[in-house]
């Protein structure tokens, strides 16, 4: 089972985001998906929730309860993880023993980008990312390209010990999406295509450590 855990100990960094969006794009794969949602909010669940009629369906399992893993089915291929808002390195020890790799999504302001250090310091602090056994890269979310703060940010992002994977455009297209329960992987208009190209990286980088 190949598992993705998306953390950050920012709220509203765009974790339900990212990973609903990885959810969908390995279920429209063929692959058997399970997002692991353990943030209170349960935006993740619900958005599997509305999913759940379409083939492409993602099943949604509690990860804030203890014996979470019982509910994996055993034909699970891929299992993206939700992690808490506001959850630190020690927090997610139960994720980041089974998961293959760890994304951090980053907002390109500077009070987002100062939580992110003490997050990225307690990740490092565990036991398989202080070994090297575990992949960590940032994903700067929500960027608007043209402004100074957002290019400025991104500079700072790529000068970090860790490998910026992707840089994501801030649009109201991710909003709507997770209201009806879809992602951009399950559309195929022309402006959709140039959002998906920014995921590109992101794939790149999964394939690559994991």
Not at 11 to 20: C, E, F, I, M, Y
Not at 40 to 66: F, I, M, N, Y
Not at 97 to 110: G, I, N, Y
Not at 115 to 127: G, I, K, M, R
Request: charged fraction near 20%.
């Amino acid at each position: 089972m190949r598992t993705i855990v998306v953390a950050s100990s920012k709220g509203g960094a765009g974790k339900s985001t990212l990973s609903t969006n990885l959810a969908a794009h390995f279920a429209l794969q063929g692959k058997r998906t399970v997002l692991i949602d353990a943030d209170r909010q349960k935006s993740a669940t619900h958005w599997c929730e509305k999913r759940a009629a379409l083939d492409t369906a993602v099943l949604p399992v509690d990860g804030s309860r203890k014996g979470w893993k019982k509910n994996l089915p055993a034909q699970t291929e891929v299992a993206i993880v939700d992690a808490a808002a506001g959850a630190m390195g020690d927090d997610l020890e139960d994720f980041l023993e089974m998961a293959d790799a760890v994304l951090v999504p980053v907002l390109p302001s500077t009070i987002d980008l100062e939580a992110t250090v003490p997050f990225l310091n307690s990740l490092a602090a565990t036991a398989r990312v202080k070994k090297g056994k575990l992949p960590v890269a940032l994903v700067a979310n929500r960027l608007k390209p043209w402004t100074g703060a957002s290019q400025q940010a991104v500079e700072q992002l790529k000068s970090w010990p860790y490998p910026l994977a992707g840089e994501l455009r801030d649009t109201q297209a991710y909003v709507l999406m997770v209201a009806l329960g879809k992602s951009v992987f399950d559309y195929h208009s022309e402006q959709i295509r140039g959002h998906q190209a920014d995921w590109a990286s992101i794939f790149r980088w999964l394939k690559k450590v994991s």
